[in-house]
Every structure is written in structure tokens, then in C-alpha cells.
């Protein structure tokens, strides 16, 4: 059985420090941080922030890329007690204005090219007291604003005297969601620390690992990879975005042994051009999480890569991670989640009202449980009260569990095609569609027809100067699916937009 320390976050990276003060944490550029030099200058923005007035319970906004500074800025809230309010940093004005104001923000962290974003913000953000900015140059130290670097300058490098309870709320990343503004979920030191110490133990992670960071930090994937590495002691490479030719230069430079990655990315992969095992030697698997896997294109990265790929299920809500697939070779079903976490139970409930528990194998929606899970929506007693119910998170995606507890994800539950009294699941539609060889992307919707209530249509992308036979592949879809599931609308579009995590933004398909 998996304990967790009773501890609050920062004393995970405090006690790295003091174990192995000069690994490398992290590599940014051409700059790396040891893990003391983290533990170092998150203490001195801590004495820094504190000065500003920023205390136990207050929220600092994180408007950062991935950068050294997002994670300092984070560990520096948490040893102060206050709560880290990350944001994306390819955020605009109103997205950047409705989260600072929803969570009451009175201190920013930023980057100096974000400042034209954040300035066009400032006279809608009244809470804001104080915009500490990286990089710059001395323009940037009018009020509000204050330079990163003068900020720290001085300050000492022992822990602020600040009590701080495990219980405490640590970090307030807003869910995207597919209606309606976004959430802010409510995560304590306990729910983050427990869930670092369960991902640690499924993932086998240690001193001699080492991986590339390109999913945003502001997402709570990267959150945890984030903490997984200073708990670990793994070595994190950052980079701000994901691009092919450094990824590939960046594993042999410093022996990448776990490739982490979101669908788009293994898409990608499994579509690029002389690819090949040798240009992977030292990964040892690759991982995918914050969307569903088609099990097709997961075999193709496989071969692609040459080694074995893990997924993993989970959700903001849920710090995120509840399942992991095995690491034994005979263990790993490509089209599942995974089995449960340590300490995290799970249940499969009727859709429609959610009471009823259902046997193995019926799908209905996910309900998990565990140290991981959220105390709720920020401001939002309701919602809260809609989907924590008996300590069970009702998470929204539908699925099944095996004989061998094995979780298999269906889709979202708000993305579910009603066709006459039958439930269809897009994802379903599309891993078919992306077994199609001149299908290089696609999605599929529900769209209203008089008769049926709703029918399926697929958006497709082909290949880069091809084109689809779409009557062939209204065919080879018929042949492979139940009838009240056939596509009865098909449409070629250029590219299918998804939010950084990779979920496919079907709304905007609809509009």
C-alpha cells in the first residue's frame, strides 16, 4: 500500500535539495538549474512576493511559457501558502482578464513579449496590485510593473518563516471545458502530493530518468510532470512548444528516456517522413494522456519508435492522473486508459442519472475516488455540488471497465450523438476513420436532422497534396460499424482545431 507524506509541495523540492543539491532539475536553453539553485530562487521570489504583501491564501497568476520562472514562481507561492493561478501563455486579453478577475489575483508573473497582452488588460483588472516581469528592460519597472530581476535581488536564499498545512489550497488551474467559461479547480498541497508520489510509483521514475517538457506547465499535465520531476529527481528539459527537430536533437543530447506526449504530437509522429528506431535509442516507452488514443495510430508509434506506449487517464479535477497503464510488456492494452492508481477507486454509473453502479463491461460515466481529487469548483457551490457527490468525482467521460480492471474511455459525456434512442461516441467514429490510409486527421460531430434527432457528420484532413476518395471512405467506415452509427455527412476542412491538450474543440466545428 502507497503512503503519502502529510507534507506541504515545497518540501518535496526542499528535501531533493538537500539529498542531491547538484543534479540538474532543469534545462532551459542554454541554461540548467540544480535542484538547490530551484529550491534557492523560488526562496528568494518568496521573500520577495512576500514583501509585496502577497500572503497565506492569496493568488499569483502564472502568465509564463515554460521557462525556468514557472516553476520557480510556483514552488515561491506554495512556500508562502499562497494559491499558483496558472494560465496559457498564448492567452489573450479576455481570457487572461476573466481568470485574473475570477480568481482574484493581485500579483502577476509574467514574460516581457506577454506584456502587450497583459496591457491591454490592466484597465479591466482592478484587483491587479502589482505585474512582476522576466526579461525586459528598464521600461518595464513602471508601476505596476516590477522587473524579475530586481525583485529577487538581495533577497535570501533560506525558506521564508511561513506555517503552511497540507491541507491548504496550492494551485487554481482553470479546466477549459466545452461550454461556458472555465472552472477554476480548487487542488490542496495533499491532492498534488499524493497524486506526484502515485504517478512516480506507476511510472517507475527516478534520479536516472530524464524527459522533454513541451505540454504548456500551465496545463495540469505539466503540472505534473513538473512535480514528478523534482519528486523523482528526473531531469526536465523545457521548451515552450513542440517541434520535431529539436525534440529529436534534444533526446540524443541528454538520453531522453520517457517521451511524453498528448495525440496530436504521436499523430504527428506516426505521419513523419524517415522516422526510425535509431533516432530513439534511449526512450525506453512513450506515454500519452489528455486525450483518447486511437489504438491504430498508437501501434504505428510504436513501430515508428521502437519502443512500447503507455496511457494514461485523468483530469484537472483529478491532479490529474487516476489510472496508468502497466509497464510489462504483456500488460499494456493499447486501447486503455489503464488500471487504478495507488489508493484510487473507480465505478461505472447509468448516464442518466448516475446512481446506479454497473456491472463490467456496460459503459456509463466514470466516477473515481481518491487523495488526488479536487475540493471543488473556485466560486461555484453548484457545479461543486453537481459533480462531488459522496466523495466521488463525477468526472464526464463515458467508458467501461474490463474483467481485469482495465478502464477503456468512450467519450465525453456532453459529446455523445443522440441518433434516434442510441448513444454514438465520435471517438469512436474517428479511430475508424483515422484507419483509412488518405486520413491524416478528422472529427466527428453530431449535427440535428428532422427525423433522427441528431446524426453523425466526420470532418476529414487528408495528407498534404492528396485528396479522399469519400465515397470509398463512407464505405470502408460502413463496413466497420453498427448501422445507427454510420456517418451520414462528410467534409473535407484543412486542419481540425483542439486545445493545446488535444482534445478536439468540436464546438467550433459546429458554429
Known amino acids: 500500500m502507497l503512503t503519502y507524506p502529510d507534507v506541504p509541495l515545497h518540501e518535496i523540492l526542499r528535501t531533493q535539495a538537500r539529498s542531491q543539491p547538484n543534479r540538474v532539475a532543469i534545462v532551459y536553453e542554454d541554461r540548467s538549474l540544480d535542484f538547490a539553485g530551484l529550491e534557492a530562487e523560488s526562496n528568494r521570489l518568496a521573500h520577495g512576493l512576500k514583501d509585496l504583501g502577497l500572503q497565506s491564501g492569496d493568488r499569483l497568476g502564472l502568465f509564463l511559457p515554460n521557462c525556468p520562472e514557472f516553476e520557480i514562481g510556483f514552488y515561491a507561492a506554495s512556500k508562502l501558502g499562497a494559491v499558483a493561478c496558472p494560465m496559457n501563455s498564448s492567452y489573450r486579453e479576455r481570457e487572461i482578464t476573466y481568470q485574473l478577475n475570477d480568481s482574484g489575483a493581485a500579483i502577476l508573473l509574467t514574460r516581457a513579449k506577454l506584456l502587450p497582452v497583459v496591457e491591454a488588460a490592466l484597465p479591466h483588472l482592478p484587483n491587479l496590485v502589482a505585474v512582476v516581469v522576466v526579461g525586459g528592460d528598464g521600461a518595464d519597472s513602471r508601476p505596476p510593473f516590477l522587473r524579475w530581476e530586481e525583485l529577487i535581488a538581495g533577497r535570501p536564499a533560506d525558506p521564508p518563516s511561513v506555517h503552511v498545512d497540507a491541507g491548504q489550497l496550492v494551485a487554481l488551474p482553470y479546466s477549459s471545458g466545452t461550454t461556458g467559461f472555465p472552472k477554476g479547480v480548487m487542488l490542496t498541497h495533499r491532492n498534488l502530493v499524493s497524486n506526484h508520489h502515485q504517478y512516480v510509483r506507476a511510472l517507475e521514475l527516478g534520479p536516472d530518468d530524464a524527459y522533454i517538457v513541451y505540454m504548456p506547465l500551465s496545463h495540469i499535465y505539466g503540472v505534473a510532470m513538473m512535480g514528478s520531476g523534482v519528486l523523482s529527481g528526473a531531469k526536465q528539459i523545457l521548451l515552450e512548444r513542440f517541434d520535431l527537430d529539436t525534440v529529436l536533437r534534444l533526446i540524443q543530447e541528454h538520453r531522453v528516456t520517457w517521451l511524453f506526449a498528448v495525440p ?53 479535477e483529478a491532479s490529474p492522473a487516476t489510472h496508468n497503464s ?94 434516434k434512442s442510441f448513444s454514438v461516441a465520435p471517438a469512436e467514429l474517428e479511430a475508424v476513420l483515422l484507419e483509412y490510409p488518405e486520413v491524416a486527421d478528422c472529427a466527428v460531430i453530431g449535427i440535428p436532422d428532422a427525423e433522427s434527432g441528431e446524426v453523425p457528420k466526420a470532418f476529414v484532413v487528408p495528407y498534404a497534396g492528396q485528396g479522399i476518395d469519400m465515397d470509398a471512405l463512407a464505405r470502408f467506415v460502413g463496413e466497420r460499424v453498427a448501422g445507427y452509427k454510420q456517418i451520414r455527412h462528410f467534409e473535407v476542412i484543412d486542419s481540425i482545431p483542439k486545445s493545446p491538450s488535444g482534445k478536439i474543440l468540436r464546438r467550433l466545428l459546429k458554429n
Not at 486503455?336 to 456509463?364: K, P
Not at 471543488?376 to 462531488?388: D, I, K, Q, S
Not at 463515458?398 to 450523438?417: A, P, S
Open 264 to 316: 496530436p504530437v504521436l499523430l504527428a509522429l506516426a505521419n513523419a517522413p524517415d522516422l526510425g528506431p535509431s533516432q530513439f535509442r534511449t526512450i525506453k516507452y512513450v506515454f500519452s494522456a489528455a486525450a483518447p488514443l486511437p489504438a491504430d495510430v498508437a501501434r504505428r508509434v510504436q513501430e515508428r519508435i521502437g519502443a512500447p506506449l503507455v496511457q494514461g487517464y485523468g483530469l484537472t
Open 326 to 419: 502497466p509497464l510489462e510488456i504483456g500488460r499494456i492494452k493499447l486501447e486503455s486508459g489503464g488500471v487504478l492508481l495507488a489508493g484510487t477507486e473507480h465505478r461505472i454509473v447509468d448516464v442518466e442519472l448516475g446512481e446506479r453502479t454497473l456491472d463490467q463491461g456496460e459503459v456509463g460515466e466514470i466516477l473515481v475516488r481518491g487523495p488526488q481529487v479536487m475540493q471543488g469548483y473556485w466560486n461555484a457551490p453548484e457545479e461543486t455540488a453537481r459533480v462531488l457527490r459522496g466523495g466521488w468525482l463525477y468526472t464526464g467521460d463515458i467508458g467501461w471497465v474490463d474483467d481485469e480492471g482495465y478502464l477503456y474511455i468512450v467519450d465525453r459525456k456532453k459529446e455523445m450523438i443522440k441518433y
